[in-house]
């Protein structure tokens, strides 16, 4: 039997409550949050400043989608930071860099709601907006990011976008809606989309030449927030892979579970089983009308 001697009983009871101790003290101090709006750029904020080079004052904000500064001086969102240049001005078209520490990408758009032309910050960022941002500034979204546009009915298709998406999810589960046939979608990933807004055919090649086709108005590079009805488009290199949006973030696709046959799945699905590059959404807009 292994004894203990009592000075070794003593400095095991002294480690003991050393170590709740010390447990104590780190379970009772949680990191303190930031304090919203308070024109101090802490940890977890995008912030904007009103001069270039991160100098003026600050407009700090949480990591929440904001379409909307507002103008009004009464209601607007304000710098905050007081003793500041630009302090108490309303932040919309008055900043000029910022310091994203949300820990994600935030992006920075021209117009309200998330519209027009916008600039990417990385999380860590701190920079300058871009001469077209600069004082040009009006509402800003977190990663995943929010799409500025719905499904558009302008292109002349059979069907409209609400008319497709019910299409679509018919098919779940299903190989051609008139043959039943595994070999009609098996690898016509573009096809099947045509079907879906009423045509026998897209008119293009491939999904890849789908998407160089396609006026880059209607083409919306790298934005996962795909509105229903929109297409979707990958890259592998090759013939490329499209699939159509039947909204919260789910797609319906032809070959991803069964060879030939339509069911439901992502745009991560795709990515990880398939190893595609996925290259943004588009607009439904077709070459066999254009």
């Not at 409550?17 to 101090?29: E, R, Y």
């Not at 003793?83 to 117009?111: E, F, L, P």
């Not at 979707?232 to 490329?240: D, K, M």
Request: charged fraction near 15%; charge should be neutral; glycine fraction near 12%.
């Amino acid at each position: 039997m292994t004894t203990t001697t009592r000075p070794a009983r003593a400095a095991g009871a002294v480690l003991a409550l050393l170590c709740s101790v010390v447990a104590t003290l780190l379970t009772a101090s949680p990191a303190q949050a930031a304090t919203a709006r308070n024109g101090v750029c802490e940890s977890g904020e995008f912030c904007f400043y009103y001069n270039s080079g991160n100098v003026g004052s600050i407009s700090d904000h949480a990591a929440t989608d904001l379409g909307d500064y507002g103008t009004d001086p009464a209601s607007c969102y304000t710098f905050r930071t007081s003793g500041r240049n630009g302090y108490g001005q309303c932040i919309k078209n008055n900043a000029a860099s910022v310091w994203n520490r949300t820990g994600k990408a935030v992006r920075v758009h021209y117009n309200s709601d998330f519209g027009g032309t916008y600039q990417q910050f990385a999380a860590g960022a701190e920079a300058d907006l871009n001469a077209t941002l600069k004082n040009n500034n009006a509402s800003h979204d977190v990663e995943a990011f929010v799409s500025a546009e719905s499904c558009k009915n302008s292109f002349g298709n059979p069907r409209s976008c609400s008319a497709a998406v019910t299409w679509a999810i018919g098919m779940d589960g299903k190989y051609d809606s008139a043959l039943n046939d595994a070999s009609t979608y098996s690898g016509l990933c573009d096809r099947f989309v045509a079907n879906a807004y009423g045509w026998s055919h897209s008119g293009s090649t491939t999904a890849y030449n789908h998407w160089t086709q396609i006026p880059s108005t209607y083409r919306h590079g790298g934005d996962r927030s795909v509105p229903a009805g929109g297409l979707a488009f990958f890259s592998n290199g090759g013939a490329g892979h499209v699939m159509i949006s039947i909204g919260g973030g789910y797609f319906m696709s032809n070959d991803i579970d069964v060879n030939g046959r339509i069911d439901k799945t992502t745009i991560a699905t795709i990515e990880n089983r398939w190893g595609q590059n996925y290259l943004g959404w588009a607009q439904p807009y077709f070459m066999a009308n254009h």
